[in-house]
């Protein structure tokens, strides 16, 4: 428990400061807490739920002393994906299976911590991501607009909703428009005027008063209604049926691994700007009981939150006692001043959900990304594509295995480089400048040789062997790139290299790894010709020794 042993040595002249980023922290929260209970399409009480336990857990339990944990945009909109489909229109079901799925999640994570699977935060890379949240942000932006404009879709599929929103334009009701339209005036003419003051939190104080006094209800604008804080009746467990919830197990790793990755590159980020370390198995161990936390106390799946953990960082938050000064103040409010929350329009939710989604968009980002990596780039508009198209779900899955294949391709074909040397004596990629050195192939392979692409290895050698215009007797390999583990398939492959390279008169040279190299074919029960392979311990002393050679078999020609 990190944030403990913080909190016993805790300095007094820190909590100025932690008070003023845990008041923000709170004004943040409550309103954007509500708007993702609609996204997830649970009861707004869940929302607030999600946000006090999880809270002081991750205050406790995590490593990291800026990171704020919470609903988060791509972790609700996923997860409201999954269960959608199965609750198909009851509500009590659907916050079950919300609930279901976010215990499941905190397990997930709690397991990977035991297994030490803190490396699985570079699973999803950015490109991924990149395009993920894109993904998620249009997604996002354009099922709330039905309920900023006061219609309803008639279909469920992206698509299908972007080609028809055009003939929704006669059913839009015109004082929900207004009311959305007011909402975001306040938001965007406080982030230009007081950009650090809780724009969504005033907007809806705002608004939520004049539901109040002008009764919004008479106009037919939708407004939340009733928020009781009693939560799900324990009847409505008693039927239950657990067939719905195996149904939601796989999808709960899917959702673990994208919260753990979105969270880890916010506490890396933050981690690097503060200058202190963090943990990722820490980081995987307390999302992990924040998230069961949440589920204990029906609530709904958390993340880290880059938009509250830069709010509580803005306001000079020093350390974990942020969170729970947060907590306590959102767990207030559900005590005392729920009845005020009942007030809210519908659309003004949705207003901040599109608000906030809206500065999620980044797509110059991948475009950027056409002229630096061209893989990168292709990778990050598929996955965008893919989830608009398809939806979130099997488009997240399509582009993991579009990262893994554009992996697995690097390591069957990598790149690869003739070597030689400069005028000073260094050893460089062949060019105008690095001449070949006389009798002499040195080659480098970069990527890890494995049983699924020593093949390829030894075809190229011997390939460029038989296409070099002069012969060459020594064959230098730069093993240090090449081997990284004893690999049965690639020391057989490499006695069979010898064996090819023996009918062409060739010596081969393994430069570096000299020891571990030998222990592994012994290891192995390898006989090799020595006569036609050695080992040197890098690529300088292979040049040295072959010179040497070279140089001997000069004077006995003499």
């Not at 996204?39 to 869940?46: D, K, P, Q, W």
């Not at 999640?105 to 950015?126: E, F, K, N, Q």
Request: one cysteine or more; proline letters at 4%.
């Amino acid at each position: 428990m990190p944030g403990l042993s913080s909190l016993f040595d805790y300095k007094r002249k820190f909590f100025p400061a932690d008070l003023r980023a845990g008041l923000s922290v709170a004004a943040v929260s409550l309103p954007v807490s509500i708007a993702y209970a609609q996204l997830t399409g649970v009861g707004a009480i869940a929302g607030l739920y999600s946000s006090i336990l999880p809270l002081i857990i991750y205050a406790l339990f995590g490593s990291s002393r800026q990171l704020i944990v919470g609903p988060d945009t791509a972790t609700c909109a996923v997860i409201a994906a999954v269960v959608a489909p199965l609750a198909m229109g009851d509500p009590i079901l659907r916050w079950q299976l919300v609930i279901i799925t976010t215990l499941l999640i905190g397990g997930w994570c709690i397991v990977a911590a035991r297994l030490h699977l803190g490396a699985l935060a570079d699973l999803l890379s950015r490109p991924i991501l990149m395009g993920l949240l894109n993904g998620i942000s249009i997604t996002i932006i354009i099922d709330q607009c039905a309920k900023v404009t006061g219609f309803k879709y008639q279909t469920m599929e992206f698509i299908e909703r972007v080609y028809t929103l055009p003939s929704y334009i006669t059913k839009i009701h015109i004082p929900t428009l207004l009311v959305s339209l007011a909402t975001l005036a306040i938001l965007i003419g406080l982030k230009k005027t007081k950009p650090r003051w809780p724009a969504p939190l005033i907007a809806v104080i705002i608004i939520t008063f004049f539901s109040w006094v002008f009764n919004f209800e008479q106009f037919h604008i939708a407004i939340i209604d009733t928020i009781s804080a009693e939560g799900l009746p324990l009847s409505s467990w008693l039927n239950f049926d657990l067939g719905a919830a195996r149904e939601i197990v796989v999808p709960s790793i899917n959702i673990a691994i994208i919260s753990f990755v979105s969270m880890m590159i916010t506490v890396r980020s933050f981690a690097a700007k503060n200058n202190y370390d963090t943990d990722a198995n820490t980081e995987f161990l307390a999302l992990g009981l924040a998230n069961i936390a949440a589920g204990l106390s029906q609530g709904f799946v958390v993340s880290g939150t880059s938009s509250r953990t830069a709010v509580n960082d803005a306001n000079g938050g020093k350390t974990q006692l942020v969170s729970i000064i947060a907590a306590i103040l959102i767990g207030l409010v559900v005590l005392f001043l729920l009845k005020p929350l009942a007030y809210i329009p519908i659309c003004v939710l949705g207003i901040i959900l599109i608000y906030s989604s809206w500065f999620l968009i980044d797509l110059r980002s991948i475009f950027q990304l056409f002229n630096r990596d061209r893989d990168a780039f292709y990778l990050s508009l598929s996955t965008l594509i893919a989830v608009l198209a398809i939806g979130i779900i099997p488009g997240m899955a399509l582009a993991v295995l579009l990262g893994l294949f554009l992996f697995l391709r690097k390591i069957f074909r990598p790149t690869e480089q003739l070597l030689g040397l400069d005028d000073n004596g260094l050893i460089h990629t062949l060019s105008r400048h690095t001449k070949p050195i006389p009798n002499v192939f040195m080659y480098r392979f970069n990527s890890p040789l494995t049983y699924f692409n020593i093949a390829y290895f030894k075809r190229r050698i011997l390939t460029l062997i038989d296409q070099s215009p002069k012969h060459c007797k020594w064959i230098i390999i730069d093993a240090i790139p090449s081997f990284t583990y004893p690999d049965m398939s690639v020391l057989t492959g490499i006695d069979e290299l010898v064996q090819s390279l023996k009918v062409r008169d060739c010596v081969l040279v393994l430069a570096g790894r000299r020891g571990t190299l030998q222990r592994w074919f012994n290891d192995m029960d390898i006989n090799l010709d020595k006569n036609h392979i050695e080992f040197t311990n890098d690529l300088y002393l292979a040049v040295r020794m072959v010179q040497s050679n070279d140089h001997a078999a000069e004077l006995a020609t003499e």
